[in-house]
């Protein structure tokens, strides 16, 4: 890779706020006005959300259990083990089920989105759709941000609920405690604001991890080896900023609930 | 040959007397560093076809993008149907578009749909009733001789006959200019010399102004020695007339690093003096 100068680099650094930033708000804009391609945002739908269904179940289901396996050790020395449904049910709807489901999902599809609309890009799909009259990011990105936002709510769920059956099954099962305790317990935890947090999580993950797959993909330049370099770096790029932003959403929710 | 050609589907623009239907006055563009085009100025009438030669890298598809609005220069004036488009709002130009069509290099056929939804998707676009939309298709696929292929995907079709979709779809709403870009680009001689043929064939049937980008001589110089008679429904050369019966309405613009080396006709640019134009031609 060609080294660059300092300037060169914060010049292309810059430049690509600007268009990623161009792109996002002309999504956003897209989804409040006409026309829209329901039947796109429906395809994409089912893609992301019924496509993603069976990473999100063993993800959330194995993460609670472990969850439960590695949180009894501790409880152990205080002799709190009867809190294990509580230290679960917390972690999954707070933290893990939004955050794993946001990763899941940005590895599986910003992958896609990048890849697929990268080789539209070089195989000037895109300029034939312009030049056909259609506008790209109302036909490919405005649909696929309204479905991964709109279906990562529902993957969030799903993936708190796996988490906190698969703990109480290790719970049960494994460590022995009273299923109906396990259960009691990790409702009684649960305070309006974690559920508010742990659902906000995913609206922001949906949308970086939309964006930022489509924003690759629109930007491709050299044939199939730039196709995978786009992929790649959607899938960094989407992962990481799932995690900083879960962090600031976090320190938001903290602030707004406090706790 | 089937001599249907598919009927108009946007009203045609009419233009003033003298106004060109394509015009560049001085345009350049830059990518990066390097100048591609540098202050190219040409005008094509209706019902001309400018056949845009010049070897591989000097501008030539980047040209066509112009034309199309596709890429914006980075200075001078680009007119079509008399109408500025450097300096016009995207949403205005899909409106434009709707007047274009434009092959592209490779097709650029959408993977995911076949090819009656690739033909039709403009039509789709401007939400055409399904059966009259199936009408269209047949007609415009019956034009490029591929009625066969409509339930068939891109993946399915060999080179020439996702060229031949390609052209189906450019001109199925009837369009007022046509952009051919290199459309016999990595085809066998007998495929190329059938997809020159449908060129000729819209050229002569419905009279459309067209800019063809090839790098194939022949190719250039068949569509301009040759016509299609409607009559007998197959290529013919014509009978000796005026400029040895050479297509009057078929020019030639000539682009080499980035400038216009030639622009007239066959007549001219077979004559011409220019000793790089002569070493290009043999």
Redesign the interface.
Known sequence: MALLSPEVWIKQQILAIQEYSILAGTAIADIFTRPHYWADVYTQMDSIGVGSMPIIVLTGFFTGCVLALQSVTALQEFGAVSMTGSLVSLSMVKELGPVLTGLMVSGRNAAGMASELG??KV???I?????????PLRKLVAPRLMATVFMLFFLTIVADAFGITGGALVSVYLLGLNGSTYLHDSYRSLAYGDIVQGLTKPLFSGFIIATVGCYFGMKTTGGTQGVGRATTQAVVVSSVFVIIVDLLVTRAMIGIFGS | MSEANPSPGVATIELPEGVPVVEFKDVSITFDVKPVLKDISFSVERGQTLILLGPAGCGKSVLL?LA?G?LGPDSGSIKIFGQEITTMR?ADL??L??H?G?V???S????SLDVEDNVA??LH?EHMPEDEAHTRVVEALKFVELEQAIDKFPSELSGGMRRRVSIA?AIISGPDLILYDSPTGGLDPITSTTIIELVMKQRDVSHTTSLLVTHRLQDAFTLATHRYDAEKGMVALPADGPNHGTDESTKFLMLNEGGVVFHGTTEELVHSSDPWIKEYLS
């Open positions: 080789s539209m195989t000037e799909q300029d034939a759709m312009r030049a056909l009259g259609t506008d | 993008k199309n596709l995207e899909y409106k578009r709707a274009i434009m592209f290099h490779e650029a056929l959408f993977d998707y403009r676009e779809r």
